[in-house]
Structures are given as structure tokens and as C-alpha cells.
């Protein structure tokens, strides 16, 4: 049989998933903490203030598969804790997890995370005035060589691009220090974790906060189109088990954003499907924009539906160069849903013009939220640039 090139690899890579319901075949080591890892990560996506008695079942099970790939996996004893926990059963079992959690330094529980309880559940009274505003910007652009995927072409561009104008003082009005840019070797999983759990610590009630990435996204599953993982800087493409190990999964960003970062003025950007790069990337699912929606004062915007790509021409993605034309316009005094309106028709009408292709950004929102400015200087309106 021919050597499989690296593309090939990937994609039989993304391909070939365990089904849901199936346990775990034996494997190697290293192997068996990115298939461990990754049963962590489809329990949390079934793990939600609105989970099911069903869901929680289900995540329960995958816990349990989880710990049969890596019984010291802390994380995995601390989740079957909180779930057990849910559904009121075997109280000594959770006791016994809850100690292994301990044992083994799980990062969840010493973050205490909690799936099942939304950071702003809802908005309990207007706000006015804007507090601190925080953005954590990610643009990766080249990866690790040898194990990592192709690279893209403007990712990093895009990335730098938008810091720049949100520390503008003449624009997006946020201070400089505390937006916080990884592009490229600098843009690791440890790295734009630890930025997100850095701003959803400091972050306030009153405060904006923004997060935007740019890298490739990629399905656990062709057929359920989901974008369950994306790809850092050190991520590992060579096996499927090694992407899981290596990059970063969606549910723990949508995690963040929705159950430890309170506040009540929150945007996520993603822009994870780019043309050209050879890899079968994928732009946010259904399922994974109502996940990071969950609560409230949330607008949450990819760049692209599911089923198209983000194209690029002249150093950037069609999407940023609008978004920062637009709010360089306006000086960035104006209101997000109209900020969008107007990027949606402005991408959409160009990159028909340019290569007869459809690309229509979509946004979605909390049931309850307020309208952000992201120009808004701190101490001023929250509605406005007075």
C-alpha cells in the first residue's frame, strides 16, 4: 500500500470517530490519555444547566469510559462526581471519585468548575455604565512543524489586525494591557486557556469582554458537522487520538465563557472554516453556538454557516477587513446587531463579486441580553460613545 501523505491522514483521522455508544478498544499509552480526554469532552457537551436526567446519564457513561483509558485522569473523577451528584445516586461512589478528583489534582476541580450552573443566568438589572473591557485575540496562522496541519494564510493578519483596533484610544477604546494577543508558536492550548481563565477571573458584571479566534476548526464527526476541537499551535495531527490530546476542544471555551465568566456584556468571534487551506475545516454548528449562548449577555458571531467557508484576499479574511472597516468608520460608536447587519451584507455582497461563492456571517444571542457598543470608553455609556 502507498505511504499516505499528511492530508490524507488528517482526514481519515477526522473521519474515523468511535461511535458514541461503543467502549473503548485497547491502545497505547499515549493513545489512551487523547481517546480519555476525549469522552471527558463529549460528557461535557451533554453537561448543561438545561441537561436532561437522560444527558447526565449519558455523560456519566462516557466518564466511565474515560477512566477505564486513564484512571488517574482527575478531571474525568471530578465530572462522574458532579454528574452522580446531579441524578442523587450512589452517594459512596460520588464520595470515592471526589477523593480521586483530590488525588490526582484535578485542574477542574481546583478551578471549580461547574457545568451546571450558568456565570449570568440572567441580567438582573441594567448596566448602564461600562466597567473594565477585556478581549483575548488568537490568529494562528503556522503551526508546529512536522506533526502540526497546513498552515493558513492570513489567520495571524486577521488577528493582529483586530488588537490593534480595539486598543485603538480612537476606536475600540480598550486598554492595551488587557487585551491580550497570541498569534502563531505564542497561540498554544495552555496559553489561550490560561487567557480565558485569566479574563473570566478579573472579568466583572459590568465589564465587556471579547474573544476572538482564527485558526481551523475541525468536526469530531463529518456527519454531525460539529466543530468539537480547535487547532493551537501545538496540535498534533499524525492520529485522531493525538488531536485530542493536543488541541483545544470547543466545550471547554464555551465552558469559560458560559459557566465562569460573569460578565453581562460578552462577545465571541470565531472565524474557523478558511478556503484554501486544505484541510476540511468547519465553521460553528448549530449546537456549539447554543452551547456558548447558554445564559445571558451573550452575542456570539462566526463568520461563515456551517456548510461554507471564510474566503481571503489581499492580506485578510473578507470577514475582518469588514469588521474593522466598519468599526473604524464609525469609530467604533456603534451598536453590535447593527455593526453585524451591515458586516453580513458587506461580506456576503463581496465575496460573490470576487469568487461567485455564498459566505453569510451569522450571529446569535442569549435570550437576554444587552445591546453592547464595543466602542463604549470605560466609565461611559454602555449604549453609546458620549
Given at each position: 500500500?502507498?505511504?499516505?501523505?499528511?492530508?490524507?491522514?488528517?482526514?481519515?483521522?477526522?473521519?474515523?470517530?468511535?461511535?458514541?455508544?461503543?467502549?473503548?478498544?485497547?491502545?497505547?499509552?499515549?493513545?489512551?490519555?487523547?481517546?480519555?480526554?476525549?469522552?471527558?469532552?463529549?460528557?461535557?457537551?451533554?453537561?448543561?444547566?438545561?441537561?436532561?436526567?437522560?444527558?447526565?446519564?449519558?455523560?456519566?457513561?462516557?466518564?466511565?469510559?474515560?477512566?477505564?483509558?486513564?484512571?488517574?485522569?482527575?478531571?474525568?473523577?471530578?465530572?462522574?462526581?458532579?454528574?452522580?451528584?446531579?441524578?442523587?445516586?450512589?452517594?459512596?461512589?460520588?464520595?470515592?471519585?471526589?477523593?480521586?478528583?483530590?488525588?490526582?489534582?484535578?485542574?477542574?476541580?481546583?478551578?471549580?468548575?461547574?457545568?451546571?450552573?450558568?456565570?449570568?443566568?440572567?441580567?438582573?438589572?441594567?448596566?448602564?455604565?461600562?466597567g473594565q473591557k477585556w478581549a483575548l485575540v488568537v490568529g494562528i496562522s503556522q503551526f508546529q512543524p512536522n506533526v502540526g496541519p497546513e498552515r493558513l494564510q492570513f489567520a495571524s493578519n486577521d488577528a493582529e489586525?483586530?488588537?490593534?483596533?480595539?486598543?485603538?484610544?480612537?476606536?475600540?477604546?480598550?486598554?492595551?494591557?488587557?487585551?491580550?494577543?497570541?498569534?502563531?508558536?505564542?497561540?498554544?492550548?495552555?496559553?489561550?486557556?490560561?487567557?480565558?481563565?485569566?479574563?473570566?477571573?478579573?472579568?466583572?458584571?459590568?465589564?465587556?469582554?471579547?474573544?476572538?479566534?482564527?485558526?481551523?476548526?475541525?468536526?469530531?464527526?463529518?456527519?454531525?458537522?460539529?466543530?468539537?476541537?480547535?487547532?493551537?499551535?501545538?496540535?498534533?495531527?499524525?492520529?485522531?487520538?493525538?488531536?485530542?490530546?493536543?488541541?483545544?476542544?470547543?466545550?471547554?471555551?464555551?465552558?469559560?465563557?458560559?459557566?465562569?465568566?460573569?460578565?453581562?456584556?460578552?462577545?465571541?468571534?470565531?472565524?474557523?472554516?478558511?478556503?484554501?487551506?486544505?484541510?476540511?475545516?468547519?465553521?460553528?454548528?448549530?449546537?456549539?453556538?447554543?452551547?456558548?449562548?447558554?445564559?445571558?449577555?451573550?452575542?456570539?458571531?462566526?463568520?461563515?454557516?456551517?456548510?461554507?467557508?471564510?474566503?481571503?484576499?489581499?492580506?485578510?479574511?473578507?470577514?475582518?477587513?469588514?469588521?474593522?472597516?466598519?468599526?473604524?468608520?464609525?469609530?467604533?460608536?456603534?451598536?453590535?446587531?447593527?455593526?453585524?447587519?451591515?458586516?453580513?451584507?458587506?461580506?456576503?455582497?463581496?465575496?460573490?463579486?470576487r469568487y461567485g461563492r455564498a459566505q453569510r456571517p451569522v450571529m446569535a444571542t442569549s435570550d437576554d441580553a444587552s445591546e453592547i457598543v464595543l466602542g463604549a470608553a470605560i466609565g461611559g455609556a454602555g449604549e453609546?460613545?458620549?
Amino acid at each position: 500500500m502507498a505511504a499516505l501523505n499528511r492530508r490524507q491522514l488528517l482526514a481519515l483521522s477526522l473521519a474515523g470517530v468511535c461511535s458514541r455508544v461503543m467502549r473503548p478498544a485497547a491502545q497505547s499509552p499515549g493513545d489512551a490519555i487523547g481517546a480519555a480526554r476525549d469522552y471527558v469532552y463529549q460528557a461535557l457537551e451533554l453537561l448543561s444547566a438545561r441537561s436532561t436526567p437522560a444527558d447526565v446519564t449519558s455523560a456519566v457513561r462516557f466518564l466511565r469510559f474515560a477512566l477505564d483509558q486513564d484512571p488517574s485522569f482527575g478531571d474525568a473523577h471530578y465530572y462522574r462526581y458532579l454528574g452522580l451528584q446531579r441524578l442523587g445516586q450512589d452517594a459512596a461512589v460520588q464520595k470515592n471519585h471526589l477523593a480521586a478528583a483530590q488525588r490526582y489534582e484535578s485542574e477542574a476541580l481546583r478551578d471549580m468548575r461547574d457545568p451546571f450552573v450558568l456565570a449570568v443566568p440572567r441580567i438582573y438589572e441594567s448596566l448602564p455604565i461600562v466597567g473594565q473591557k477585556w478581549a483575548l485575540v488568537v490568529g494562528i496562522s503556522q503551526f508546529q512543524p512536522n506533526v502540526g496541519p497546513e498552515r493558513l494564510q492570513f489567520a495571524s493578519n486577521d488577528a493582529e489586525a483586530f488588537a490593534a483596533l480595539l486598543r485603538d484610544p480612537a476606536v475600540g477604546r480598550f486598554p492595551p494591557e488587557q487585551v491580550f494577543l497570541l498569534t502563531n508558536d505564542a497561540a498554544t492550548t495552555p496559553n489561550i486557556k490560561a487567557r480565558l481563565n485569566t479574563i473570566a477571573r478579573r472579568a466583572k458584571p459590568e465589564d465587556v469582554v471579547v474573544t476572538y479566534i482564527s485558526t481551523h476548526g475541525s468536526s469530531r464527526a463529518d456527519d454531525l458537522r460539529q466543530v468539537s476541537y480547535l487547532f493551537t499551535y501545538d496540535t498534533d495531527v499524525t492520529s485522531r487520538d493525538q488531536i485530542f490530546g493536543t488541541a483545544l476542544p470547543m466545550v471547554e471555551v464555551s465552558g469559560i465563557i458560559s459557566n465562569r465568566c460573569v460578565a453581562q456584556r460578552t462577545v465571541a468571534i470565531f472565524d474557523t472554516c478558511h478556503s484554501g487551506s486544505g484541510i476540511d475545516s468547519r465553521a460553528l454548528s448549530p449546537d456549539e453556538i447554543n452551547r456558548l449562548r447558554m445564559g445571558a449577555g451573550r452575542y456570539i458571531i462566526s463568520s461563515c454557516e456551517p456548510d461554507q467557508k471564510s474566503y481571503e484576499d489581499a492580506g485578510h479574511g473578507f470577514f475582518t477587513a469588514s469588521l474593522i472597516e466598519q468599526l473604524s468608520t464609525r469609530r467604533g460608536c456603534v451598536r453590535l446587531k447593527d455593526l453585524f447587519a451591515t458586516v453580513q451584507k458587506d461580506v456576503s455582497a463581496r465575496v460573490l463579486s470576487r469568487y461567485g461563492r455564498a459566505q453569510r456571517p451569522v450571529m446569535a444571542t442569549s435570550d437576554d441580553a444587552s445591546e453592547i457598543v464595543l466602542g463604549a470608553a470605560i466609565g461611559g455609556a454602555g449604549e453609546g460613545c458620549a
